[in-house]
């Protein structure tokens, strides 16, 4: 048994309290509003990583919300991990569907039910854990970094400046992430990509003003049955995106490498039944797992315009808008997408209205290697302590500041992530099982020490 053993066992009941306490911090990154309780959290992470053991552990202002940096430094001739989390939280809205305040922690079956419990404070506060076990024990086999950021769920706009600033202090060997999920308990698996995004704004205007649209209806266009239209067209009746251009550089994968990702373990009909839909949907020709792991997509994200009020109004709206995004893979370029997305978008309007697109934050897609010793190093951490070896899946989601580790640090990622599918991140209830939080603190020691271990070899 690892001396850490006992230590987190001895202080588990407290670790989990210290998270609960981090959970009741509103962090919310989007909502100015919030600016205060998101540079408390910030000072909050601080402290932790200070009482874990860390050297030093600062708080360092951004042109937006403040990043905490730490480091706890062995000896500089061990290798070096940079752990990078997120402190902030999406907005909890809609408020009147959770079951609990977001803000208010509950355990309820041994699920943690807050908003940030799993994306990211629940996994980022593993790391801060694992260090103090280490640390505390005097078995931290390498030099360990640590960077919190409080501005990921906005697109971490300042961060990259940050690494541009600070590439020396930030010298590491691998950067290990929690901020991802996993197939199951029972079947453990590391994600080995993730997908970019290119988010838009469209606004279609019509009339110079609201209209009666008893007056003025049918006669004049209706910008929001227009956007509708625009919409509508931009997937055709295999539900490929219509978008001029937006496949060309498409990496497609091999035979294999689709069997691959279509062999792990998926259930369709409890996918379904978990979500409540009698069918699935998507691009012909691809499954589910491929549809939401090595294929490109694009979803309308809100839409909006004209009355949303209590009871009736009859009126012909002057403007409607939506929030489009795209979720982009290898080899697409977010800012390429952007502007084929806008050319297009305007390109379709009908006479009668105009269209003003804009591109919100962006971010390309990564793929991380599955034989580097860093891959393997998580690998033989997760079959030590789920008793399983982990099997690579390509991630839906996007953490796009992941590509500038590798372009501005020269570093390569491991996601060594424990959320689950149905963790509802970003969705009301959003829950994180005790379990999977304990399995972390207890996995990550076990990365550190065969990543050390494997460094020179
Ligand atoms: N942790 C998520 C990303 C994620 C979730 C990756 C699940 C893999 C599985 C992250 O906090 C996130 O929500 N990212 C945003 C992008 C960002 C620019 C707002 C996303 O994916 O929508
Ligand atoms: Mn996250
Ligand atoms: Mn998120």
Redesign the pocket.
């Known amino acids: 048994m690892q001396v850490w053993k006992e230590y987190q066992l001895q202080n588990k009941d407290r670790f989990l309290d210290e998270l609960l306490e981090l959970l009741r911090i509103p962090s919310v990154s989007a909502d100015s509003k919030y600016k205060s309780d998101v540079a408390r959290c910030a000072e909050a992470v601080k402290e932790h990583l200070l009482a874990a053991g860390a050297d030093t552990a600062e708080v360092c202002p951004t042109a937006g919300h403040p990043i905490v940096y730490g480091e706890k430094m062995v000896d500089p001739s061990l290798p070096t991990v940079l752990v990078y989390g ?1 402190y902030d939280v ?1 907005p909890a809205d809609p408020l009147n569907l959770w079951h609990s305040g977001p803000f208010e922690p509950v355990i309820k079956d041994g699920k943690i039910y807050a908003r940030g419990a799993c ?2 404070k629940g ?1 980022m506060y593993m790391h801060i854990k694992a260090l103090e076990t280490m640390a505390k024990t005097n078995s931290l086999p390498c030099n360990v970094k640590v960077m919190i950021e409080g501005e ?5 706009v300042n961060l990259g400046k940050f690494l541009e600033d600070n590439k020396e202090r930030l010298k590491a060997d691998i950067v290990l992430v929690s ?3 996993m197939i199951s308990m029972e079947t453990p698996s590391i ?1 080995s990509g ?2 970019g ?1 290119a ?1 838009m704004e469209v606004e279609v205007t019509g009339p110079n003003r609201d209209l009666h649209s008893g007056v003025y209806g049918g006669a004049v266009a209706n910008p929001a049955t227009i956007l509708c239209k625009m919409i509508a067209s931009l997937h055709d009746e295999n539900n490929h995106i219509t978008v001029k251009g937006f496949y060309d550089k498409v990496a497609e994968l091999s035979a294999a490498e689709r069997a691959a990702i279509n062999n792990a373990p998926f259930d369709i009909e409890e996918y379904k039944k978990d979500l409540g839909v009698s069918e699935v949907w998507g691009e012909k020709g691809y499954t589910t797992l491929e549809r939401t792991g090595i294929r490109p997509t694009l979803e309308v994200n809100g839409i909006w315009g004209g009355y949303t009020g209590e009871g009736a109004k009859t009126v012909l709206p002057s403007k409607a808008y939506a929030k489009i ?1 795209m ?1 982009l893979v290898p080899h697409q370029v977010s800012d390429e997408i952007s502007d084929l997305f806008k050319t297009h978008f305007e390109s379709i309007a009908p006479a009668g209205v105009t269209v003003k697109v804009t591109a919100h ?3 390309e897609p990564v793929v991380t290697p599955t034989d580097s010793p860093a891959y393997k190093a998580a690998a033989k951490a997760i079959e030590t302590t789920f008793g399983k070896d982990p099997i690579p899946t390509r ?6 500041i992941i590509a500038l580790f590798e372009r501005t640090l020269g570093l390569k990622t491991v ?1 060594l ?1 424990f ?1 689950l ?1 149905n963790d509802n ?2 969705s009301p209830n959003e829950k994180y099982d005790v379990a999977n939080f304990y399995k972390g603190i207890e996995t990550i020691p076990y990365f550190h020490k065969y990543f050390a271990e494997g460094f020179n070899k």
Not at 152 to 156: C, F, K, L
Not at 395 to 400: C, Q, V
């Open positions: 997120h999406q994306d990211d996994q990921e769920e906005v697109g971490s901020d991802t999920s994600e993730l997908r995004l988010y995004s979720r934050h962006g971010g991630g839906g989601g996007s953490i796009p996601l992530g959320g599918d991140i970003h």
